[in-house]
């Protein structure tokens, strides 16, 4: 789980530093010594706290723990952040790349935008670029996810309105209210349609759960 190293800086700093990264961690070591870099010149004026916080700046890192074990010497372990969504913003084209663009929702429902982007299977997310909204969709997920059981959210979309997408291919607009009582009308609504329609048709349909009186279904 974790990789060990020492660093010995003592030829041109006074620091030395006894290096815990999780082993998940996907930026290398040297990036993280180039990022605190100024904050370990001077022995007696080491400032943990600070060091703690410019990494925990860094978009891969989700805990760092800063410990002093002698006066030139500190251990530092570094926890990585754990994707639980692939992001988009709503407002870039598909195929944009940029840190706005794209990035992950973390296990915890913070969005971070890295440079470095690595493969995850993780469901798409896509929202505005705004922290707040993008725990709001986290936590709905977390619902929605619960309340359609044993059913797959591939896809999960909040701008105007909630849209999700469920395996292998249904469509599930829910609208900006009461998504909670739309979706297991859904759910009741698909129970009984795979009594009477074929499950490869209805695999590939959209549900439209917006009508106060019922819903529409396009196949």
Avoid at 45 to 58: A, F, P, V
Avoid at 116 to 122: C, M
Wanted: charged share 25%; with cysteine.
């Amino acid at each position: 789980m974790w990789g060990v190293q020492n660093t010995h800086l003592s030829g041109f700093l006074k620091v030395d530093i006894n290096w815990e990264i999780d082993k998940k961690f996907p930026v290398t070591q040297q990036v993280l010594e180039q990022h605190i870099f100024p904050l370990i010149t001077e022995t007696y004026q080491l400032n943990l706290h600070q060091i703690k916080h410019e990494l925990e700046r860094h978009p891969w890192v989700a805990d760092a723990k800063v410990k002093r074990l002698f006066w030139n010497f500190i251990n530092i372990k570094i926890s990585a952040q754990r994707i639980s969504m692939r992001w988009k913003n709503k407002d870039c084209p598909n195929d944009a790349k940029t840190q706005t663009c794209q990035g992950y929702i973390s296990t915890k429902g913070e969005l971070f935008t890295p440079n470095k982007i690595i493969k995850s299977n993780a469901i798409i997310a896509t929202s505005a670029h705004d922290k707040d909204i993008v725990k709001t969709l986290f936590d709905d997920y977390q619902t929605y996810k619960a309340i359609i059981k044993p059913m797959v959210i591939t896809s999960i979309s909040k701008t105007n309105i909630d849209t999700l997408f469920i395996k292998p291919n249904i469509k599930v607009v829910l609208g900006y209210q009461k998504q909670q009582k739309r979706l297991k009308n859904f759910v009741k609504v698909y129970k009984k349609l795979r009594q009477s329609i074929a499950r490869a048709k209805l695999n590939r349909a959209t549900f439209d759960m917006r009508y106060a009186k019922g819903f529409s279904l396009e196949l």
